[in-house]
Every structure is written in C-alpha cells, then in structure tokens.
C-alpha cells in the first residue's frame, strides 16, 4: 500500500492529475524534440566535417597554428615514408593520402579568385576529395595539369568542364610560377564556402608547381567516426616515439565550424531543458501545493494512527514520483512519435553556407529519450520535496483541525 | 487484545493515568486556560463517556490522552510510559500499538477501500500480509462489512463508514480506543447499533474505551461518566441519565 496509496491519492483528482501529467509529459516531450533535433544535426555536421578533414590529418603543429616561416613544416619524402609504415600498422586506419595545400590566384578570362589549392593522390579511397561530381569526370593517376573545382568557383568563373584556367602561385622559394590547367570536372559539395574556395590537383603536379618533393599533411580515415580519438592517441605516441615533431589533430579539433555549432547546440539545448524544467518545476509545484493542503486533514489522520513526520514526507514524495515517472515516460512516448512523424514527413530547407538543401530529422533512440526523461522526471519529483515537507511538518493537532 | 475478560482489571496502575494536566493556548494577547490541572486515570476495561458543552476540554483533553498534542503542564501516562518524554516518532510508535482513535467525522481515507483503510494500521506495524488479511476479514466481519470489504468510504452510508472506522481502531489490538462523537453523524439506530459493538469489544477484549459524546443514548452504554467544565473534570456527572437498554 505504501506504492499504492500515493498512485491512487495521484489519481483522486483525475483533471488535476491529468494537467500535471500533461505538464511533465509535454515537457519531457519538448526535450526529446530538441535533443533529437540537434543530436541529428551534429551527426550530420559531424559527417560534413569528416568528409572535408578526414579523421585524422597528420602534420607539423606550425601548420595549423599559422606561426610557420614559409614553407617550414613540409614533410620530407622519407619522413613520410616512416609514417605510412607506422599507419599500414594501426588496426583502425583503413586509408591514407598525402596532401599538399598552397593559396593561388585562380584566372578565367577576366575573372580571378584566391583559391585553396589541395594537391591529392587521383584515386587514392582516402578522403577529403570532392563528394560528388556533378559534370565532367574525377582526376585520374594519368592526369597532369588538370583540376577539379566547386560549382560555386566554376559558376563565379564562368567556366565549366573543359574550360581552361591559369593558376598563379609562389614556389617555395618564392618565386612566382603560373600554369594553365584544364578542368576535368566540376564538384558539389555540402559547404558552399568549400566548393568556392577548393581546387584538387593531382599531387605530383601541385608539388611541381610548388616546387618541392614534401606534402604538407596526412590525411586518414578510419575504419569509424568513434575510434578516432583512441587512434589519435596511439598514433601520437608513435610519432612522439620516433622524434617526427608531428602531431596528429582529429576532425573536430581541425574543423572550427563544427566546434562552434556543436557549443551552440550545447548552448541551445541546455537553454531549453533549463527554462522546460523550471517550467515544469514551478507549475508542478503549485499543483501539488493545492493537493497537498486539501488533504491536511487526511495527512492529519495518518499522523494520528502512529505515521510518523518521516513517512507523510515519504508518502506526498512517492506522489510526486509516481507523477514524475508517469508524466516523463508518457512525454517520452509522445516525444518519440512526434519524431517520428516528423521525420515521415520529410521537411526540406537550406541552411545557411550550404549548397543543397537538407532533410530536417530528428534523431530517435535511447540517448535522445534518456536524458528527457531523467530531466521531467526530475524537475516533477523535486517540485514535491517542499510541499512534502512543509505538510510532513504540520502537528497533528493542527492538521487534524483543517475542514 | 485479550480473547476474554480475564485481564481486563489486572493488577498494578491504571492504563491511562493524567497528572495536573494543563493546557493553554495563545489567542493574541489572551491566554486561554483549555485544561486546568486534571488527574485521570482510567483502568484496563473502563468504558467512561466524556460530556460537556462546546468549549469545555473534551477534544484537548482527547488530544493529549491520545498522545496527539503535549500539555503545556502536568503529564500524561499511557502504559506507564509519559509521553512528555518521548519524540515525535516515539509517539507515533505508541499511537500505532497502543491507541485506537475514531474520529467524529470517520476520516476515512477515500482512496481505499474499507479493507485497505482496515489494513491501513497494520501496514505501519509491518505485519506480514496472510495475518494483515486475516484480521481485517474477521474485524470487518465483526463490525457487520464483510460483504462492504471492497466499497470505497464514498459507496458507505454515515453508519457503515464509522463502523469502518472502528474496525480500523480496533484491528490493531490496541489497549485503548478514544472516540470523538462515535454516533454524531448517525441516525439513532445505526448508533445504537455502534455502541452495542463498542460495548461488546470492550467487554470481550477489555479495551479501554473514553469517549466524548453529547448523546444521552451513547452516555448510558458507559460504566463511568465524568463531566468537563471550563476545563476541569468532574467525576460522575450526568449519572442521573438513563442506562441503556442492553
């Protein structure tokens, strides 16, 4: 009776009951929308940002923190030799390319655009590399002077497949070299800022042009998203161990797009649960408040048949969770297939940045239905602590004399 | 709860013993004397009957005697133990062994069944569920509700519902049952029909019964009769009434 009398005193007031139901339930529900949302929406970053940097890229930290003299941190030929023999090792790494990265002045005509050039092994699995070629063909191991560009560069050119574009550049020595190059294909990609800015060219031809036999980075993928930290680690130690004075950088630490949204869905979805859960608190609060003192006189009796302060206190809390559990579970329920219809339903838009124009979804699992749950369920169990024990205070006397 | 008479004047001290029992509450400014110092004592299977009018002391004296509230002086004694002595739980702990209440106004738990409000006590005392069972069956038997077991306080008429109460007073065995105007919200014969229970259980188990009552029809089922005036009891007032026919 002790799990019983508090579920039946829940349900004694069945509109009350209901409403305070409805309140955790819609509460947990709007947690499970929004930590769906952007649980989906970071793994879909996640993936956009996996494709641009691969899981890992290994360089020279003057590479990435920008205080380089020039073309210091190139890795030598033999050094990166040392270190595909040191991959070809690693269980997790499935695939690897070295890359060469230089700005340049892209010509079309009239027409002139600073661009990232990033010289790439033609054919090699590993990526980043362009996602989806939309006209023309990839670069192939026999290709010379050819390029592959974004859609975005190519339409600012106006230039397509088959066209042919100069590149202006400064060798490593700091000269100033230039080539025509002929476009073999057009990319699309999820970032319109990549596909404006990114030029692929076959390695050899990119460190001809710059003269130099060194890449700059490598670049891996691994067997999955979720090892590549322990990857990371181990390989550290590796190339700590052999003195290389190279570090190894994971996605998400090179991707400072992906940090910063990733922060601001934290941000977001922190804010929401916040202001659900106060919200629920206090609304919660006073409904058990009125529920709890129209029954003083009851709460009376049991003192006076030998309950103690303890066990009113114990009694109103089971009250109070059985509403928490109840109400959080039933809004997961209805958190779930609100997702789920939602995701039925197949909402399109373009975010900003982008290209293509993405499916809006709404991550369902247990990770998006715990974290609801446990925070409804909290904010309607610790709104009956007060109330509990402000009733679990009253004398009996006092109590047994409320009408 | 003794199965016959046989303890029911036992040896030794009364079970119930008051000494210069006061009471007085605050009102603003004015403080204003409930109970002056009463001394009490009731045995193992006194039947006493409180009267008295409106403002007189029965309920503060029926709170303190059922460990519900503390005097402002003097003490009470309840199976030699003096509850100005004890804590909050320790009182508790005696009011669930020791005390049976019935309240005017039944306070039954509208939730549960009359069974469940019946078992209700027995779950505080953590008796297994067979024996729990088994006595709020025979409780309920004997109050007339077998068949009512499972009806909710608001499917009971008045008389049914205090005879629930005094099932839940009774089920735990307690030595002492304090009622508050058993039979106020009665029709005559349904009360008349309460206390020949309450008349029954304490003769056959030797409870104490003190009950508070304006009834003459109540007063004359008790072996003793004390009055309350202005906060002070007088014994054997309104012995002049009628005994009951029993």
């Not at chain 1, 970071?42 to 020279?60: C, F, K, P, W």
């Not at chain 1, 302060?309 to 969770?321: K, Q, T």
Request: glycine residues 8%; contains cysteine.
């Amino acid at each position: 009776m002790s799990v019983l009398l508090p579920l039946r005193s829940l349900l004694r007031n069945r509109r009350r009951s209901l409403l305070s139901l409805a309140i955790v339930g819609l509460g947990s529900a709007i947690a499970v929308f929004v930590l769906g949302y952007v649980q989906e929406s970071r793994a879909l970053i996640r993936q956009t940002s996996v494709d641009e940097y691969g899981n890992l890229q290994i360089a020279a930290p003057s590479l990435w923190d920008g205080d380089a003299e020039g073309y210091e941190y190139l890795i030598p030929p033999q050094t990166l030799v040392r270190i595909e023999d040191r991959l070809a090792a690693d269980p997790r790494v499935v695939a690897s390319t070295a890359q060469l990265q230089f700005p340049g002045l892209l010509a079309a005509g009239d027409q002139t655009q600073v661009v990232r050039v990033t010289g790439i092994v033609p054919g090699n699995p590993a990526l980043p590399g362009p996602q989806e070629v939309s006209v023309g063909r990839g670069l192939d191991p026999g290709d010379n002077a050819a390029v592959l560009m974004g859609q975005a560069l190519a339409d600012r050119l106006g230039v397509s497949a088959g066209s042919v574009v100069t590149l202006t550049l400064t060798t490593v020595d700091g000269a100033y070299n230039a080539s025509p190059l002929e476009i073999v294909g057009v990319f699309r990609f999820a970032s319109e800022q990549v596909e404006l800015q990114t030029l692929f060219l076959p390695l050899r031809y990119a460190q001809a042009l710059l003269n130099t036999a060194g890449v700059d980075r490598m670049v891996l993928t691994l067997d999955r998203v979720s090892a590549t930290w322990a990857t990371r680690a181990r390989l550290q130690a590796t190339l700590d161990a052999d003195a290389l004075l190279l570090e190894a950088r994971t996605w998400d630490e090179l991707s400072p797009f992906y940090q910063q949204l990733s922060n601001l869905f934290d941000i977001l979805f922190g804010f929401i649960a916040l202001a659900t859960a106060v919200l629920v608190f206090f609304i919660i609060l006073q409904v058990l408040t009125l529920s709890f003192l129209e029954r003083t006189r009851e709460v009376g009796t049991v003192r006076a048949l030998g309950v103690t302060r303890g066990g009113v206190f114990s009694m109103l809390l089971a009250e109070g969770g059985w509403l928490a559990v109840i109400g959080s579970a039933a809004g997961v329920g209805v958190g779930v297939l609100l997702s789920l219809v939602f995701n039925a339903v197949g909402i399109e838009w373009t975010p900003p940045g982008t290209v293509e124009p993405v499916t809006l979804a709404v991550s369902i699992g247990l990770s998006t239905a715990l974290a609801p749950f446990l925070l409804g369920a909290a904010a309607a169990f610790l709104s009956a602590v007060l109330p509990a024990s402000r009733m679990s205070r009253l004398t009996v006397v006092d109590a047994l004399r409320v009408e | 709860m003794p199965d016959d008479g046989m303890f029911c004047y036992e040896a030794g001290g009364a079970f119930l013993e008051t000494r210069g029992l006061t009471k007085t509450y605050q009102v603003g400014r004015e403080t204003v004397h409930a109970l002056t110092d009463v001394d009490f004592a009731a045995q193992q299977g006194d039947f006493s009957v409180l009267n008295g009018p409106s403002g007189s002391g029965k309920t503060t004296f029926l709170n303190l005697i059922s460990a519900i509230d503390r005097p402002t002086r003097g003490e009470v004694l309840i199976a030699g133990i003096s509850t100005g002595t004890q804590t909050d739980a320790q009182l508790a702990a005696l009011r669930r062994t020791t005390i049976g209440l019935v309240f005017q106004t039944f306070n039954l738990i509208p939730v549960l069944s009359a069974a469940e409000n019946v078992e209700y006590p027995l779950l505080l005392q953590r008796l297994p569920r067979p024996e729990r069972k088994l006595r709020v069956s025979t409780m309920l038997e004997e109050v007339g509700l077998g068949e009512l077991a499972r009806r909710r306080p608001n499917e009971l008429s008045g008389g049914q519902r205090q005879r629930v109460a005094i099932a839940r007073a009774l089920v735990s065995q307690p030595r002492m049952v304090l009622a508050d105007e058993p039979t106020a919200n009665l029709d005559s014969e349904t009360g008349r029909q309460v206390m020949e229970l309450t008349r029954r259980l304490n003769e056959e188990h030797c409870v104490v019964f003190i009950v508070v009552t304006h009834d003459p029809a109540v007063a004359a089922y008790a072996k003793r009769r004390i009055g309350i005036r202005d906060g002070r009891l007088i014994e054997g007032m309104g012995d002049e009434r009628p005994t009951a026919a029993s």
